[in-house]
């Protein structure tokens, strides 16, 4: 089966961070995507991404489920709730079905949806035994809507390659450059159409530090990373507040 109208929708996993062009706008798993099935329509595709980092699960589908509709898509990436489940108060059986109701309204329009399984970041990071379950819930419940919807299942949790670090960015929350390409690789495998066999392609393991230096670097990547997200999350900001969609409308690549 072939497509001629994408359109992504998400948070920062989608828009592309942190896979940067020379320019800083970033690429990521979604334009390796577009950029494949165009080469395979025969130049005949267009592409938009709406996704914006930080958005919880309601902003993406407030802002930009009716937009995506409108430019009557064949082929829709939809990937939310993860930046919910990190938060206290989120609701995982109440969000899920809301995540039932937008995929079954994406479906009924004939195009083919992508739905996420994501990886396992959180066993690297703060909290983890508190966020751990919900997303095994949420992981759980997208391969239960996928089947009940007849979407197209990524599934990035049993993929247990992502457990090396050199497949995140230093922020070792998104991926990096090697990530985006491998998360490429899988969704192209979800829609039967070959990757770049180097989109597979694994780096290294980075080498074990002793245990002040990675105590150090933890303490570093604290400051930098982990406070600031904490700040915002008190003063109810996000990465995303200066932010817009990279790809707002449909065109070619």
């Known amino acids: 089966m072939s497509w ?3 359109v992504a929708l998400g948070d920062s996993f989608t828009e592309g961070m942190d896979d940067p062009y020379a320019d800083g706008v970033f690429r990521g798993w979604a334009d390796l995507v577009a950029g494949r099935l165009n080469e395979l329509s025969g130049g005949d595709f267009g592409y938009a991404n709406l996704a914006i980092r930080g958005r919880l699960y309601d902003a993406i589908v407030g802002e930009q489920l009716e937009p995506a509709l409108a430019m ?3 082929l829709v990436s939809f990937a ?3 930046n919910d489940v990190l938060r206290r108060r989120c609701d995982p ?3 899920m079905a809301r995540f039932d109701a937008t995929v079954a309204r994406l479906r009924a329009t004939g195009a083919d949806v992508l739905l996420f399984r994501f990886a396992d970041v959180m066993s ?3 909290g ?3 966020v751990a379950p919900r997303i095994r819930y949420l992981n759980q419940a997208v391969g239960d809507v996928a089947a009940k919807n007849g979407a197209r299942l990524v599934d990035l949790w049993n993929d247990h390659e992502y457990a090396n670090p050199a497949l995140w960015s230093i922020d070792r929350l998104h991926l990096s450059a090697a990530g985006h390409r491998r998360t490429a690789a899988h969704v192209l495998a979800a829609l039967d159409v070959p990757a770049d066999p180097t989109w597979w392609d694994l780096p290294p393991w980075p080498e074990r530090r002793s245990w002040l230096v ?8 604290a400051g930098r990373y982990l406070a600031p997200w904490i700040k915002r999350r008190l003063t109810g900001r996000s990465s995303g507040d200066s932010v ?9 690549i």
Not at 244 to 252: D, E, F, L, V, W
């Open 4 to 6: 001629s109208r994408y």
């Open 128 to 130: 983890n035994n508190l």
């Open 124 to 126: 690297r990071l703060p």
């Open 214 to 221: 990675t105590k150090g670097d933890d303490l570093a990547w």
């Open 72 to 74: 009557k898509p064949d």
């Open 93 to 95: 059986p109440a969000l």
């Open 80 to 82: 939310a709730g993860a």
């Open 244 to 252: 817009t969609a990279k790809r707002p409308t449909m065109g070619p």
